[in-house]
């Protein structure tokens, strides 16, 4: 059973990072079903309970053309995690893995992404499927799922050289 804030055997903590002002914003507010992270899902399925991002103003406006799409990337602060785990042991038996593979909400800049579904949008407001946070998480971004947008600009000449 996962316990909240528990260090457990084989993982490494340190030093949480000097906060420097990167600039962030929160754009708006997140509403889930889901007030702990003991009930909260891994994984956000796109077949799951119906969630809404709010969007405070002025960005609200930003929504303007968001309904010609299906599928959302949201980008939201997971504010209510450790940022200090360098090694996890998300089975809980004994081994740890780094931070950076795994899709942990502990991480030293807890940024979560999730792919939704839009099923509507009323004003302001996005009615989802597809989170995995916990209720009044702030939201950082929103942007069209990359799977299914189609870039404005042609291509350009060494878009896709790798340069080896």
Sequence with gaps: MVRENEIRRAEVAVAPPVAEDAGLAFIGCIGTPWTSRLLCPRQGRL?????????????????????AYERLEVLYWLHESRRDL???????????RGVFSLRSP???????????GLLRREG?????????CLDGTPLLDLKPDRTSFTPLAPPQPGDFETGA
Aim: proline residues 10%; aromatic residues 4%.
């Design 47 to 67: 077949d799951g309970p119906d969630c809404r991002i709010e969007l405070f103003a002025p960005w609200d406006e930003g929504l303007d053309g968001i309904e």
């Design 86 to 96: 360098v090694r996890q042991s998300p089975r809980n038996d004994g081994s740890a």
């Design 106 to 116: 502990v991480r030293p800049n807890p940024i979560g992404t999730s792919v939704v």
């Design 124 to 132: 302001n407001m996005l009615i989802v499927r597809g989170l995995d």
